[in-house]
């Protein structure tokens, strides 16, 4: 009974910062849906809201591994988002190829 209203809890804390969307809230949803998941390592709300709230601090590779873990792959709200971590992951590497083509090139 406990453990399931501190989850409820860590879940609504993780979704309100998430929808202030500063730099510090964005951290303190990321550690709330990171202790919801400490009591539910499954937990579907948990893992897409640390997703959106790293994928929002730019934390690209590691929303894509939320992504990847989260039990509903078919989830619309999850693929969106894995479509957005994708295209962000592909403009890094894009950023970094030019970068480092032209040091080197």
Do not use: C, W
Request: aromatic fraction near 4%; charged fraction near 30%.
């Amino acid at each position: 009974e406990i453990s399931s209203v501190k989850l409820s809890l860590f879940l609504n804390k993780s979704q309100a910062n998430l929808k202030l969307a500063t730099e510090i809230s964005l951290k303190r949803a990321e550690e709330a849906a990171t202790s919801a998941l400490e009591i539910d390592g499954m937990n579907s709300k948990a893992l897409y809201r640390r997703a959106a709230a790293r994928e929002k601090s730019g934390k690209y590779a590691e929303a894509k591994a939320d992504l990847k873990a989260h039990p509903d792959q078919e989830d619309t709200a999850v693929i969106a988002l894995t479509k957005r971590v994708d295209a962000q992951i592909a403009r890094q590497a894009k950023k970094e190829k030019q970068l480092y083509g032209n040091m080197f090139g």
